[in-house]
């Protein structure tokens, strides 16, 4: 069982940044793939980036290639996605998710977080 939760939201004007973390509870945190993913209002949940058990691996959605940031810190049980030139269409609540395998499809994802909401202003 893995316990996730994000911090880090909030408001910020496009063209800003954010950092958000997700704290993982539990000793296996190493083990799993963590991703994040996005649900804006009205439109069904989506993959924004994936990193693998190490960190040495990420892969991105095309909307936010060079611009977001996936890292881990395993020692600290967290994972963090660096969020920069951002624009308004990045509005939503963001998720992290573990994966025991290192994917991008949703269903694969065991364990979510309560999510953090950003906003993008113009």
């Known amino acids: 069982q893995v316990q996730l939760v994000e911090s880090g939201g909030g408001l910020v004007q496009a063209g800003g940044s954010l950092r958000l973390s997700c704290a993982a509870s539990g000793r296996t945190f190493s083990s799993y793939a963590m991703g994040w993913f996005r649900q804006a209002p009205g439109k069904e949940r989506e993959f924004v980036a994936a990193i693998n058990w190490s960190g040495d691996s990420t892969y991105y959605a095309d909307s936010v290639k060079g611009r977001f940031t996936s890292s881990r810190d395993n020692a600290k049980n967290t994972v963090y996605l660096q969020m920069n030139s951002l624009k308004p269409e990045d509005t939503a609540v963001y998720y992290c998710?573990?994966?025991?395998?290192?994917?991008?499809?949703?269903?694969?994802?065991?364990?979510w977080g309560q999510g953090a909401q950003v906003t993008v202003s113009s």
């Open positions: 998710a573990a994966s025991r395998i290192f994917v991008t499809s949703l269903p694969d994802y065991a364990y």
